[in-house]
């Protein structure tokens, strides 16, 4: 009997915790927080010691960059919500989550080429979202003829959808219900900062359904992120600029790269709420030295309700120091997340040149798609918060220096104004739309970015100026000239026949294009002083913008171009060639001009005197790369080729505009001598019609002058900011004007012509 009774209340016992492993597990996976169990709703940190808790991605996979990188989280959910919301916020906006380039975007769309429309505004919207509109209209893919778009925007302000912030707007179904070229969202792109609000800040709160659009959003986690459909957006300050941008704060590469401070941090704490553990914890790691971690809790209207014992010292604390000094003087800065996963500190850090220290599981970085942001960002996770410090300190100095200048790269090419975000989340969509003319990850993340290289051009990268080092490539060892000419006169003893008589000199002369800036007949039957096998081709054109174009008889890579009456030796253009075949990806000439501010006037003005450097070398005689006319063609605004036209004049100066732009360096200047150009007697101008050209304008009159200083300032509006780069650089011959043996010296005839 009593071996029964025991043998029951095992049994029972048995049952009974059986039944209490399933009511409690079921409980945690159902509804019950994480944190819950826990105590507190605080978060437990791993041990630093657990073996299952990754430390850092191999050295040898991605070179030290992703130190507790995203893909190991990929599938771990957010720590903050419990498990009954995490599977709710997989149903993600509208019905259509497993929308794919392939299934939810109709590329018939776009046979007729890349064309953006943006539907009329009708209502009120934003300034940025205004300024977003603005970039999309003046960009060289859009369209008004909606009939003619591959891809739609709306003119409907969706890029604050916080139901408590002043720009929210109302009934927004609606309104796009009515579009007549919705069509469910087909290829439309739907753009937006800030979703949800107060106390989740839902995602998925947009408060529409935005159907088969893809969405360009900030703040965007793994969870409802479309790969190759969404786009990742950047968060930026309403203080961005719209055009140009403020440069990055890196003026020079240090070596050491360590500067004063390690990491720092400076924001708000937030007291309770989604966000606030991770910044509450930041005081572990801080030790007021090099590692300067700063919080306030003054934060929403009732933060004095819930402050605690670390309060009052962490405010006084934080009123001490200057946000803008601490960037600048710190090699790594800390980005935790906000109330959102994306943080304002993200493009703070890029552009002060200190390497961001994400904080931020789950976050998708913006433009990720095309952006290896692992060049120039560590990745670190919310639940290793204490093994952050000795992560920073183990980066060596070559990869911080590569980093840092990664990530002035980055912020000046695709993050600096709204123009560029907008311009580069267009080419984002092109390179999906076009796969086989798609840019790869290289171009995307080496200078000088993919919005610079147009694959229209070739689709070899050995047929651009940048890469031929990188691909252990050399430049060819020939050249077209391309002569400008507005005088008729071809006698054997005229400035073009002289001309061509010096080029045919050259071994590098592959081909002489003449382009005639005239009304009057082509000359014909002319013998020119070359030999057979350079032929000379003449053109007429109607504008000096078509002396930049390059025509298909251009077949080099190497552009030399000329004025008809620019007086020059064959040793010139031989030096000037070999100097270019060094940098391709800049102007190498010989007469040089400069910008300068007037104070006064407040303006730019323009000066041919020979001073201490240059800043412009003019197309009268100078080698530039091909590629470079193409640009000019195809990638500057209608509008400056209108200026250019009106005036005809200033060509020469937007070309260096765009070279200096698109290349970030100065062009190069080469051996000095007083005068390029047909000797002139100012006091007989009006005696002489060869001193005239370019619309009757004389090249040394004020009004020429006038001409280009006005220019200069409206290249700078139109650039959003000022382009050209000072140099003091001149390059010479080997042994120029030594005294020595004429012999001895290759160039020997510069000597004399100088």
């Given amino acids: 009997m009593n071996c029964r009774r025991r043998y029951c209340l095992t049994l029972v016992s048995f049952f009974g915790a059986v039944l209490l492993y399933l009511v409690v597990y079921s409980g945690t996976r159902e509804g019950q927080p994480a944190a819950a169990a826990n105590g507190g709703g605080r978060r437990v940190f791993p041990r630093e010691d657990d073996a299952s808790a990754p430390l850092f991605v191999d050295d040898d996979v991605d070179r030290g960059r992703m130190f507790f990188g995203p893909d190991e989280g990929a599938e771990e959910q957010d720590m903050f919500v419990s498990p009954k919301v995490r599977r709710q916020s997989r149903q993600r906006i509208g019905h259509y989550h497993d929308c794919r380039m392939s299934n939810c975007f109709n590329f018939s769309l776009c046979r007729e080429g890349f064309k953006v429309y943006v539907y009329p505004v009708s209502e009120k919207i934003s300034e940025k979202y205004s300024e977003i509109l603005k970039a999309l209209r003046t960009s060289r893919y859009y369209t008004s003829d909606p009939s003619q778009a591959c891809i739609y925007v709306l003119s409907i302000d969706t890029l604050d959808r916080d139901k408590l912030s002043v720009e929210f707007v109302q009934n927004i179904q609606s309104q796009i219900d009515s579009l007549k070229w919705w069509r469910g969202g087909v290829n439309h792109v739907v753009f937006n ?60 590469n240090n070596v050491p790269p360590i500067r004063k401070y390690m990491l720092v941090f400076k924001g708000k704490r937030y007291l309770t709420g ?29 933060w004095k309700n819930l402050e605690d014992e670390r309060c009052e010292k962490d405010n006084l604390e934080y009123d001490k120091w200057d946000y803008k000094v601490m960037l600048k003087n710190s ?6 997340r906000g ?6 500190r993200f493009l703070e850090s890029l552009q002060a040149g200190c390497i961001p220290v994400l904080l931020s599981n789950n976050w998708v ?17 919310e639940r290793l918060l204490l093994q952050i410090p000795s992560i920073v300190r183990s980066i060596n100095h070559g990869d911080i220096l590569a980093m840092r200048q990664q990530t002035q790269f980055l912020w000046d090419t695709y993050f600096s104004s709204i123009e560029k975000i907008v311009d580069t989340t267009l080419e ?105 096998k350079v032929p000379v081709i003449q053109k007429r054109i109607q504008s000096i913008s078509e002396r930049i174009l390059p025509f298909d008889e251009i077949e080099t890579q190497a552009v030399l171009s000329l004025d008809s009456d620019v007086r020059i030796i064959t040793d010139e253009v031989n030096f000037a060639f070999n100097v270019w075949k060094s940098f391709p990806e800049r102007i190498v000439g010989y007469m040089a001009r400069s910008h300068f501010w007037l104070e006064g006037r407040q303006r730019w003005g323009y000066t041919s005197k020979w001073t201490g450097d240059y800043s412009m070398v003019l197309t009268s005689a100078a080698f ?29 100066i937007l070309m260096n505009f765009l070279v200096t732009h698109i290349a970030k360096y100065p062009p190069m200047k080469l051996a000095q001598k007083k005068s390029y150009k047909e000797a002139l007697n100012l006091e007989t101008l009006d005696a002489v019609p060869s001193a005239f ?21 409206r290249f700078v509006e139109e650039f959003g900011y000022m382009a050209l780069q000072r140099s003091a650089m001149r390059f010479d011959p080997l042994l120029f004007k030594d005294p020595v043996s004429i012999v001895r010296k290759r160039y020997r005839f510069i000597d004399v012509a100088s």
């Fill in 339 to 344: 109330r959102r996963l994306g943080s304002y």
């Fill in 365 to 381: 970085l913006p433009f990720s798609e095309v952006i290896d942001w692992n060049k120039a960002v560590v990745w670190a996770d």
């Fill in 193 to 252: 900062l800030y979703s949800g609000t107060w106390p989740d800040y839902n995602e998925n709160g947009l408060g529409f359904d935005i159907g088969k659009a893809m969405l360009a959003k900030a703040s965007i986690s793994e969870l409802h992120y479309r790969p190759q459909f969404d786009i990742s957006f950047p968060l930026f300050h309403k203080e961005l600029s719209y055009r140009g941008g403020e440069p990055g704060f890196l003026t020079a």
């Fill in 693 to 713: 050209n370019r619309n009757g304008t004389v090249w040394l009159s004020s009004k020429h002058f006038a001409q280009r200083q006005f220019c200069i300032n």
């Fill in 428 to 532: 984002i969509l092109k390179d999906r739309v076009y796969q086989y003319m798609g840019r790869t990850s290289y171009v995307w993340n080496s200078v000088p970015g993919a919005g610079s290289i147009l694959p229209e051009y070739s689709q070899l990268l050995a047929d651009y100026p940048f890469y031929w080092r990188s691909l252990g490539h050399t430049v060819e060892d020939a050249f077209t000239a391309v002569i400008y000419a507005t005088d008729r006169n071809v006698l054997p003893s005229s400035p073009v026949h002289r001309l061509i008589r010096t080029l045919s000199g050259s071994a590098y002369l592959k081909k002489i294009l003449i382009l005639w800036h005239t009304q009057e007949p082509l000359p014909v039957d002319t013998r020119w002083p070359v030999t057979i």
């Fill in 624 to 652: 530039y790369h091909r590629y470079y006319g193409f640009l000019y063609t195809n990638l500057l605004p209608k509008s400056l080729h209108l200026v250019v036209n009106r005036l005809q004049n200033c060509e020469d």
């Fill in 331 to 336: 090699t790594f800065c800390l980005v935790p």
């Fill in 274 to 302: 989604i966000g606030s553990e991770t910044r509450n914890s930041l005081y572990h790691i801080n030790n007021g030295q090099d590692i300067v971690l700063l919080t306030t809790c003054k934060h929403g209207k009732g």
